[in-house]
C-alpha cells in the first residue's frame, strides 16, 4: 500500500474513533459526584452559575447499581443566586451549595396520598424562627417562643403558596452556627426567586414527596454545572 493510502486510512481510522467517542452518552450526574449521601435516593438542584436564579431539579433513584432519573422540573434559586453553605451568611438572599439531608416535610395543605416522610401541617401559630439571639434560632416554633422576635420569624401560614408543601433541608439545622442561615426548603414555587430556598412547580413538589422514602435515606445536592461550588465537589 503506497504511504498516501496509509494516511487516509489513518485519518478515517481516527475520525471513527472520535466519532464513537463524542456519541458516547455521559454518565448520570450523581455518578460523578463525590458523595451522594450514602442512601439510594437523591434529589439533584443544579443552576449554571453562581449568578443563576434558576436552574433544575432531578430526583433519582439507585437500582441496580446505577442511578437512574425518576423525574425533572425547573426550578428556582435565590434572587442573588448561589453561594458556598459553608460560608453563607444570613439575610443575603443566596441559596447554599452543599449535599443536605431532609429530616421532615410539612405543609399548609395536606399530605399527597403516598407520601412517607414524617408531615407536620402548618397551623395558624406555627413560626419558624430565623432571629440570632433565640433558644430556637432554624428552628419550628409553635407557638412563637418568647426570645424570637416577630420580625426575625417566618409566619408560615402566611405564605399559602410556597409552603403548600415542603421539605425542610438540613443546611445549619443540626447544629446551627448563628448568622449563617434558617429556614432553607425546598417547596412550592412563588411569583419569583426566592430569599435562598430551592423551589419548583407544584405538581413536581407533590411528586417529590410521594417518591422520597426515608427508608432510603434520601437527600439534596445543591450546586452549579462547573467552577468552586460545583455540584460534582460535594
Known amino acids: 500500500m503506497r504511504p498516501r493510502h496509509v494516511t487516509v486510512a489513518v485519518l478515517v481510522s481516527l475520525s471513527l474513533l472520535s466519532l464513537g467517542t463524542a456519541q458516547r452518552p455521559a454518565s448520570p450526574l450523581p455518578e460523578r459526584m463525590a458523595d451522594t449521601g450514602g442512601g439510594s435516593q437523591l434529589i439533584t438542584a443544579v443552576a449554571a452559575r453562581t449568578g443563576s436564579t434558576t436552574g433544575t ?20 434559586f435565590g434572587a442573588n443566586g448561589l453561594t458556598e453553605g459553608t460560608t453563607r451568611k444570613q439575610g443575603t438572599n443566596t441559596t447554599p451549595t452543599g449535599l443536605y439531608g431532609l429530616p421532615y416535610a410539612f405543609g399548609i395543605e395536606a399530605a399527597p396520598s403516598g407520601t412517607r416522610s414524617a408531615y407536620r401541617r402548618v397551623r395558624q401559630n406555627s413560626w419558624w424562627c430565623q432571629d440570632d439571639n433565640s433558644r430556637v434560632y432554624n428552628r419550628w416554633t409553635e407557638p412563637r417562643a418568647a426570645d424570637c422576635r416577630a420580625s426575625q420569624a417566618e409566619h408560615l401560614i402566611t405564605y399559602r403558596t410556597q409552603y403548600a408543601h415542603a421539605l425542610v433541608v438540613d443546611f445549619n439545622y443540626r447544629r446551627p452556627v448563628r448568622g449563617r442561615g434558617a429556614g432553607i426548603f425546598l417547596h412550592v414555587n412563588g411569583r419569583g426567586a426566592t430569599a435562598g430556598c430551592v423551589s419548583v412547580p407544584k405538581s413536581a413538589m407533590r411528586k417529590i414527596l410521594r417518591w422520597a422514602n426515608p427508608a432510603r435515606a434520601p437527600h439534596l445536592a445543591i450546586g452549579t454545572t462547573g467552577g468552586r461550588t460545583a455540584i460534582t465537589r460535594y
Open 57 to 76: 431539579v432531578t430526583w433519582w433513584d439507585r437500582k441496580g447499581g446505577r442511578w437512574v432519573a425518576a423525574g425533572s422540573a425547573k426550578a428556582r
